[in-house]
């Protein structure tokens, strides 16, 4: 949680000083954003801010939290923290279809290990990891006038670190709904 701590420091930090010198030019540069696949399918609450650098390119970041207890998946996240940077190719506002480049620090469970490597003996307890992904998305974002987005979105990493019993590769991905201000 340490390094967790250090790393969303060092991103905010990094994205108010990207504000402090951008001039204010009255366009709506903030987006707070629900993953509501996320939420329906897998009970994670999947949450994203992204800042708009100009009409082409923002960053921002996503907070993963599992509120469920998944026993569909054998490898499961309880939390993610992905920060990101976008770059759109649109002739619109940061808007369209877009390409991203993402890392993600996540944790979880793999409920199932126990049985993979025993056959006669399962645990129900699960054991742990960590691990920190890099990777890339693509997707298209859709702005109405009145500032209400929706964006559907959809990519892979791959875990660095290499944890014991962390997945080999992440995903990345759904439809959020949110707004811009």
């Known amino acids: 949680m340490k390094y967790l701590s250090i790393l969303i420091v ?6 108010v000083h990207a504000q402090d010198e951008i001039l204010d030019d009255g366009l709506d540069r903030n987006e707070l954003k629900l993953n509501a696949s996320n939420l329906i399918a897998f009970e994670f609450l999947d949450g994203s801010y992204e800042y708009l650098i100009n009409e082409e390119s923002s960053i921002g970041f996503g907070i993963l939290v599992n509120i469920g207890d998944d026993d569909v998946l054998d490898e499961y996240r309880t939390f993610s923290f992905t920060p990101f940077y976008r770059q759109f190719f649109s002739k619109k506002y940061a808007k369209g279809f877009f390409v991203e480049a993402f890392g ?22 699960g054991t742990k990891y960590t691990d920190f992904a890099l990777g890339i998305s693509v997707g298209g974002k859709f702005v109405t006038k009145r500032g209400f987005v929706a964006e559907i979105y959809a990519g892979i990493g791959r875990n660095l670190m290499n944890g014991e019993n962390a997945p080999e590769v ?3 991905g759904g439809v959020s709904l949110g707004y811009r201000f």
């Not at 060092?10 to 994205?15: D, I, R, S």
């Open 10 to 15: 060092f991103f905010l930090g990094t994205l």
């Open 104 to 125: 993600m620090f996540n944790t979880g469970k793999d409920e199932y290990s126990d049985f993979i490597y025993d056959p006669y003996y399962e645990s129900n307890e």
């Open 170 to 172: 992440v995903g990345r």
